[in-house]
C-alpha cells in the first residue's frame, strides 16, 4: 500500500514561499497521479493542483495558478508544490493525494477520485 508524508509547512508572511513536499514509498509509484488539496477550517477540502504520471501535464485550481508550481520527481518518489506570493486565504492544512492507474496524460483536482492521502501538513499565512 502506498504511504504519502507531508513536509514542508509552516508559518510564513504574505508575499513570502514555501515548498511542500510529499514523499512516497512503495513500488506502484509510477501507477499514480499525484494531487495536492487543502481544507481551511469550517472549509471544504479542494483541490490546488495535481501532476500526471508523465510529469509534465499538471491541473492548478484557479485560486493558485501563476503562484503555485507542482513538480514530480520520480527517482525520488516525490512531488513537490512550490508555493510563491502566499496570501492569508491560503492558510490551510495541506494534502497529498494518490490517485491509482490513472491517465498517463492527465490528473484530476476531484478529491474524490484520489485513494490514497498523508496526514497534512499545516500552512499559515499570516503578518
Known amino acids: 500500500q502506498l504511504q504519502l508524508v507531508e513536509s514542508g509547512g509552516g508559518l510564513v508572511q504574505p508575499g513570502g514561499s514555501l515548498r511542500l513536499s510529499c514523499a512516497a514509498s512503495g513500488f506502484t509509484w509510477d501507477y499514480y497521479a499525484i494531487g495536492w488539496f487543502r481544507q481551511a477550517p469550517g472549509k471544504e477540502r479542494e483541490g490546488v493542483s495535481c501532476?500526471?504520471?508523465?510529469?509534465?501535464?499538471?491541473w492548478y485550481a484557479d485560486s493558485v495558478k501563476g503562484r503555485f508550481t507542482i513538480s514530480r520527481d520520480n527517482a525520488k518518489t516525490t512531488v513537490y508544490v512550490q508555493m510563491n506570493s502566499l496570501e492569508p486565504e491560503d492558510t490551510a492544512v495541506y494534502y497529498c493525494?494518490?490517485?491509482?492507474?490513472?491517465?498517463?496524460?492527465?490528473?484530476?483536482?476531484?478529491?474524490?477520485?484520489?485513494?490514497?492521502w498523508g496526514q497534512g501538513t499545516q500552512v499559515t499565512v499570516s503578518s
Open positions: 501532476i500526471a504520471r508523465n510529469g509534465l501535464s499538471t
Open positions: 493525494a494518490a490517485a491509482s492507474r490513472p491517465s498517463y496524460y492527465y490528473c484530476s483536482g476531484v478529491d474524490n477520485e484520489y485513494a490514497y
